[in-house]
């Protein structure tokens, strides 16, 4: 199995920043893809930015110039730096994780973290 912890949520005023982290840990053999979603109250779960393991990026039309994700994969950890934080932006945040184990090395899973609140507001 696959475990996510995140970490780095919490509450700022609009205009803030935040660093959320969140490292994998288990029986992992590969990991091909890590990424944070959203979801606010009464939305469905939504993509934010997501980084493959050759290190290129995707972003939600509302993150892009704002939020930049990186990855270091050799301690199997994603960021997701949120810069100029909007009202918006509160949702719980999680991290998503597609990886393969040492039990079935060929088949990759989706893995979910706990989610971390992050909340903007005056």
């Known amino acids: 199995q696959v475990q996510l912890v995140e970490s780095g949520g919490g509450l700022v005023q609009p205009g803030g920043s935040l660093r959320l982290s969140c490292a994998a840990s288990g029986s992992i053999f590969s990991i091909a893809a890590m990424g944070w979603y959203r979801q606010a109250p009464g939305q469905q779960r939504e993509l934010v930015a997501r980084?493959?393991?050759?290190?290129?990026?995707n972003y939600a039309d509302s993150a892009k110039g704002r939020f930049t994700i990186s990855r270091d994969n050799a301690k199997n950890t994603v960021f997701l730096q949120m810069n100029n934080l909007k009202p918006e932006d509160t949702a719980v945040y999680y991290c998503n994780a597609m990886a393969s184990t040492y039990y079935r090395a060929n088949t990759y899973s989706n893995y979910w973290g706990q989610g971390t609140q992050v909340t903007v507001s005056s």
């Open positions: 980084i493959p393991s050759d290190g290129s990026t």
